[in-house]
């Protein structure tokens, strides 16, 4: 009897162990992970310099991009100081292939008073150096590296910490903080949710710090719809009821959809990660610091 009894135990011990292990395993993060650090892009009018440059990849002569583990040549070396063990990080200025199909009126315009969009691609890490040139290994890939992209000398992004998720309101009332617009997102897309990276029009000329949260909302009652469908759809679809009085949104509350952390700023653009969403977005909903 004793050893049933201490065999039980054993076992009860074990799935207690085995339980705690994942309950650890499954904890919710509390900061942004290395890729939404890391792979985030900027928006800026400040040009990146091109000092730097990816040459081309190991077997150069029918292979055009790279990605982790390989390896690649730059333009720099030991007579530039470039030394083993240096790490970089490689962009790109990247535009919208098809800028010329609006989501919302004035979205170039928004765009190109922002500046310019740098896609983060990866990490290197130099291998071997020659006067000249140097050898370096992608440790990090975020997207293809190519010929020419920028490379820059690598800059630690600490990573903010996470409010608590509680902490969202869908009837929070207006911060009286700066007011702007979501006006891109990641890859130039239009719609969005949750871990979606966007960008909005709201930098540190207006304050905007790496950790501050940013709350995505839009008016009832616009007639400017961003969903896909006829104009006024729900005003005049038949046989679906009609207001006696015609609100318009400056009548009606506003719809708080969403909120999301800044990772990334540049002068006149914010780039915030997602963090919490009701419905879907769209470019063109408004934002406004928390």
Avoid at 75 to 89: A, E, R
Avoid at 132 to 160: L, S
Avoid at 205 to 221: A, L, M, N, P, T
């Amino acid at each position: 009897m004793n050893r049933r009894i201490f065999s039980m135990c054993l076992n009860l011990g074990a799935v207690l162990v085995l339980c705690a292990g994942v309950a650890s395993a499954q904890k919710e993060p509390t900061t942004p992970t290395e890729d939404d650090m890391f792979c985030s892009n900027v928006i800026t009018p400040e040009p990146l310099s091109h000092a730097i440059y990816v040459i081309a990849p190991e077997q150069a002569e029918h292979r055009i991009t790279s990605i982790t583990p390989d390896l690649l040549t730059i333009n720099k070396g030991s007579d530039d100081g470039v030394k083993i063990g240096d790490q970089f990080l490689v962009m790109r200025a990247e535009s919208d292939p098809v800028a010329h199909e609006q989501y919302f009126k004035g979205q170039n315009q928004l765009l190109r008073a922002m500046g310019t969009m740098y896609v983060d691609l990866g990490r290197l890490r130099v291998v071997n150096v020659q006067a000249k040139t140097a050898i370096a290994q992608v440790t990090h890939t975020c997207d293809w590296i190519q010929r020419d992209d920028i490379v820059v000398p690598f800059a630690d992004r600490p990573a903010p910490t996470y409010h608590p998720d509680t902490q969202f309101d869908i009837f929070a009332p207006p911060s009286g903080k700066p007011v702007g617009m979501l006006v891109t997102t990641k890859n130039f897309g239009q719609t969005g949710g949750f871990g979606t990276t966007v960008y909005v029009n709201l930098g540190s000329k207006q304050g905007v710090q790496v950790g501050d949260y940013v709350r995505i909302f839009r008016h009832e009652g616009e007639r400017n719809e961003l969903t896909y469908q006829d104009k006024n759809t729900t005003y005049e679809m038949y046989g679906f009821g009609s207001d006696p009085v015609h609100y318009t949104w400056k009548d009606l509350p506003r719809e708080v959809l969403g909120e999301g952390i800044v990772v990334r700023v540049g002068p006149n653009a914010a780039t915030v990660l997602v963090t919490h969403t009701r419905i879907e977005f769209f470019a063109g909903d408004y934002v406004e610091i928390e």
